[in-house]
């Protein structure tokens, strides 16, 4: 799989994100592309310790299966249900959001290992380096599709 970990795939994904517009076409979910960008951000603070969120009964109880079943090989399924916190239902400005989800990109892979938080996942629980970055890299490539990208 690939990985934000590794300078080409991250390139490869980068150009990806470049390569959206503000009227590519969505294929499932309500999501703007705009929305979207915004959406992808979160994660990845997530991941950096950026963005702090307490863990709950649902991630508790369900957080093992649910990681379990997303790191499973294959794409993330269409509509997937989303976190209340990552919801983005404002309309946003969409060059900013891709600079801004490009810079945490780079951030986050450029920084390697040693830029991931060492607390658990809110939902998921504990995380080894493989699973944040394979979570973060399908998050991203779910997304992706999600406008054609």
Do not use: Y
């Not at 390569?19 to 959406?39: E, I, K, N, V, Y």
């Not at 249900?81 to 892979?109: K, M, N, Q, Y």
Request: glycine share 8%; net charge positive; hydrophobic share 40%.
């Amino acid at each position: 799989m690939a990985a934000l970990f590794q300078t080409c795939d991250r390139e490869a994904l980068r150009l990806r994100i470049q390569a959206l517009r503000t009227d590519s076409p969505r294929q499932w979910g309500r999501m703007s592309p705009a929305q979207a960008l915004r959406h992808c951000q979160m994660p990845l603070q997530v991941a950096l310790g950026e963005l702090r969120l307490r863990r709950n009964l649902m991630g508790l109880i369900f957080g093992g299966w649910a990681k379990r079943q997303l790191l499973a090989p294959g794409e993330f399924g269409r509509n997937l249900p989303t976190a209340a916190e990552f919801r983005v239902v404002d309309e946003c400005d969409f060059e900013i959001e891709r600079e801004r989800l490009l810079l945490l990109v780079d951030r986050l892979g450029a920084g390697g290992p040693d830029a991931l938080t060492r607390e658990p996942h809110p939902f998921f629980g504990r995380l080894s380096v493989e699973e944040w970055d394979a979570l973060q890299w399908k998050h991203l490539e779910h997304h992706l599709r999600q406008f054609g990208g």
